[in-house]
């Protein structure tokens, strides 16, 4: 069985448009909106091509209408273009993203799958890296062959006391220094993180097209094409871990 895992779309539709590989399931581990402008195509395949979803902490904003609170950084960024998201949502996508379960269990091919956007411990919001102690600590009695996980938007694939735990990064806003769209192919329990190039420029251009704003636009754009890796001093919500919800 070929696994496709995707998280943290981020309403990237040019990003989500560049993988392109045949899987005979799809597993999403949340955030389908903010921080780019074209939340509807991200919606509607996910809606026709995961196996199982999450719930992201963005997703959750988006859905209960919690307004941003912050007016730079990627915070900033979050606010303006949740109100893109709100005026773009029709009923029924905005259910859909009210209705995502906070974590999934799943069972592919006899192999035991729990899905969690954040951390079992703290499923939307707590932001972990690859530190095998503090997973140890967080894993209990989850009883399941893989932990897949997303919200840091940086990759990683370790095996902490017989689980393996799989972020595969962020299709639609990487963090780790490489802009391309990262996602995970899992293949007869082998796991492979790939990268695919897309148009970053046309995803800038899309977002000038919903009016967001010369400076956010530009925070956007650098952003996306430094792979998250741009002056601390433009990121002031970084030391809060970058994502937190109501906050972003």
């Given at each position: 069985?070929?696994?496709?895992?995707?998280?943290?779309?981020?309403?990237?539709?040019?990003?989500?448009?560049?993988?392109?590989?045949?899987?005979?399931?799809?597993?999403?581990?949340?955030?389908?909106?903010?921080?780019?402008?074209?939340?509807?195509?991200?919606?509607?395949?996910?809606?026709?091509?995961?196996?199982?979803?999450?719930?992201?902490?963005?997703?959750h904003a988006v859905a209960q209408r919690i307004p941003g609170r912050r007016a730079n950084g990627l915070g900033g960024l979050a606010t303006v273009t949740r109100q893109v998201q709100w005026d773009m949502l029709k009923p029924a996508h905005t259910k859909f993203l009210a209705r995502l379960p906070v974590t999934r269990r799943i069972t592919l091919d006899g192999t035991v799958f729990f899905l969690v956007h954040a951390t079992p411990r703290d499923p939307l919001d707590e932001y972990l890296r690859d530190d095998p102690k503090a997973w140890s600590e967080r894993l209990g009695l989850i009883g399941a062959d893989f932990v897949c996980v997303g919200h840091t938007h940086i990759p990683y694939c370790m095996e902490v006391d017989g689980v393996t735990v799989l972020n595969p990064g962020s299709v639609g806003q990487p963090r780790d220094g490489d802009p391309r769209c990262s996602y995970a192919i899992i293949e007869n329990g082998r796991v492979e993180i790939r990268r695919v190039e897309y148009d970053i420029d046309q995803t800038v251009r899309q977002m000038h097209d919903c009016g967001v704003d010369d400076e956010m636009l530009g925070l956007a754009a650098r952003f996306l094409r430094a792979g998250g890796q741009i002056d601390d001093s433009e990121m002031p919500e970084a030391a809060n871990g970058w994502d937190s919800v109501p906050a972003d």
């Amino acid at each position: 069985m070929r696994i496709l895992v995707v998280a943290d779309i981020h309403a990237n539709w040019t990003a989500l448009s560049a993988i392109d590989e045949k899987f005979d399931a799809c597993l999403f581990l949340g955030d389908l909106v903010d921080y780019c402008t074209e939340p509807i195509p991200c919606i509607d395949w996910v809606r026709q091509n995961a196996s199982a979803s999450v719930r992201g902490n963005h997703d959750h904003a988006v859905a209960q209408r919690i307004p941003g609170r912050r007016a730079n950084g990627l915070g900033g960024l979050a606010t303006v273009t949740r109100q893109v998201q709100w005026d773009m949502l029709k009923p029924a996508h905005t259910k859909f993203l009210a209705r995502l379960p906070v974590t999934r269990r799943i069972t592919l091919d006899g192999t035991v799958f729990f899905l969690v956007h954040a951390t079992p411990r703290d499923p939307l919001d707590e932001y972990l890296r690859d530190d095998p102690k503090a997973w140890s600590e967080r894993l209990g009695l989850i009883g399941a062959d893989f932990v897949c996980v997303g919200h840091t938007h940086i990759p990683y694939c370790m095996e902490v006391d017989g689980v393996t735990v799989l972020n595969p990064g962020s299709v639609g806003q990487p963090r780790d220094g490489d802009p391309r769209c990262s996602y995970a192919i899992i293949e007869n329990g082998r796991v492979e993180i790939r990268r695919v190039e897309y148009d970053i420029d046309q995803t800038v251009r899309q977002m000038h097209d919903c009016g967001v704003d010369d400076e956010m636009l530009g925070l956007a754009a650098r952003f996306l094409r430094a792979g998250g890796q741009i002056d601390d001093s433009e990121m002031p919500e970084a030391a809060n871990g970058w994502d937190s919800v109501p906050a972003d």
